[in-house]
């Protein structure tokens, strides 16, 4: 038995409308004819927008004519395309985001020129040279001696994860001194300057000296 369409019929009365003849209300009677409950909503919602078929802010259906166009092909994200999620190499990350690897002894210090590549990615450090290999090396000056006391509890805070530790110096009155270098293999690898990096993310804003002001 083949299904037929229901029928329904909406009947409302609509304010009166500016016309040669006032006093008289006009009774509008409108049909639909729905072929599934769907259509059917979608159709009164077309109607209760009037002219504007987007409808509220939001995602929408392609119109026929968009889909005929086949715009779909002309921009990223078509239903074919393949999305893949990469990891980051190692290269591609900060040095303060990487992780110390075990150092060989047989592994050769890092030369001059790749620490000194390597040096423009930390902040405040520079190299020594001296008979045992080269050192990276910073200095803070601070507020005073409790300061440096304060500073050098952060260094060992962020740097006991990594295994890999400068030596730290307090030195009087307000002044802490860190170095790096691997004695292993008597100078420099890739750890002492992520520890190195890592080391200036912290915090040394409210340890430094007070500005003075001049009235």
């Known amino acids: 038995m083949a299904s037929t369409a229901p029928h329904f019929s909406l009947s409302f009365l609509l304010p009166p409308l500016p016309s040669p003849h006032h006093g008289h209300h006009r009774q509008h ?7 599934s409950p769907t259509q059917r909503r979608l159709s009164l919602r077309n109607r209760a927008m009037g002219t504007d078929l987007l ?24 239903v074919d395309t393949e999305h893949k999620i990469l990891i980051p190499k190692a290269s591609a990350l900060s040095l303060s985001q990487q992780d110390c690897s075990p150092v060989s002894p047989l592994q050769a210090p890092m030369s001059l020129d790749d620490a ?12 020594l040279e001296e008979e045992g290999g080269l050192k990276l090396q910073c200095l803070w000056k601070l507020r005073d001696f ?11 805070n962020v740097t006991e994860a990594t295994g890999h530790f ?6 009087e009155p307000n002044q802490v001194r860190a170095e790096l270098w691997t004695a292993s293999i008597g100078g420099l690898s890739m750890n002492d300057f992520i520890v190195a990096a890592k080391i200036d993310e912290i915090k040394t804003s409210d340890l430094a000296p007070r500005k003075r002001i001049w009235a």
């Open 146 to 156: 409790k300061c440096g006391v304060e500073l050098i509890n952060r260094i060992y």
């Open 29 to 35: 009677q409108l049909g639909f004819g729905f072929s």
């Open 116 to 127: 000194k590549a390597l040096l423009k990615k930390v902040v405040g450090w520079r190299l």
């Open 166 to 171: 400068p030596n730290l110096h307090l030195e």
């Open 55 to 78: 409808g509220d802010f939001g995602a929408r259906d392609p119109f026929p004519e968009e889909i005929e166009s086949g715009f779909g092909e002309k921009v990223l994200g078509n």
